[in-house]
């Protein structure tokens, strides 16, 4: 019961953090429009904060449950893509891992494509911003391709 208590005050904590930031940060009007509406799915996703914020080794199963339940409804996808366009800037109030949080789906076996960021954040193909969800593309092809190619050379060694 005490361990329940402790992750609804820490929830509640990280809901009120957010909160205020977007209170405070009213002169940053880029970033208080990015988390506007975002402060229930971040709060669901407080459990995930160890991993995308490079603290874990892997997400724990309350983080990779909530998420699993709620990628598709309401604001979190475009929430998660949030977080890594906002990830550097300090007024977010913690730091993030940007490719942790884009692997944060597929670490918890949860279909959500991540190229689809830019669109969901309305950001131009070529913009600074988008950058990073073009270069996790490319990695994450490469990785694919790398994987592929030595299962290929495995087999073929084993026909050998």
Do not use: W
């Not at 550097?88 to 109030?93: A, E, M, S, V």
């Not at 918890?108 to 913009?127: E, K, R």
């Amino acid at each position: 019961m005490a361990r329940f208590m402790g992750y609804s005050q820490n929830r509640q904590m990280l809901a009120l953090c957010i909160t205020v930031a977007v209170m405070f940060l009213g002169v940053r009007s880029e970033l208080s429009q990015d988390i506007k509406g975002c402060q229930e799915a971040m709060s669901d996703l407080y459990s995930c904060l160890p991993f995308v914020s490079n603290k874990a080794k892997a997400p724990d199963s309350t983080c990779c449950s909530t998420l699993k339940a709620k990628i598709d409804k309401g604001q979190t996808k475009k929430c998660l893509c949030t977080l890594v366009k906002d990830r550097d800037d300090p007024g977010l109030g913690f730091k993030v891992d940007g490719n942790r949080a884009m692997s944060l789906p597929s670490a918890c076996h949860v279909p959500a494509n991540i190229s689809q960021c830019p669109d969901l954040l309305h950001l131009l193909p070529d913009s600074p911003a988008s950058q990073i969800f073009k270069q996790f593309n490319e990695s994450s092809s490469q990785n694919v391709g790398h994987k592929v190619q030595a299962a290929k050379e495995e087999t073929r060694g084993n026909l050998v």
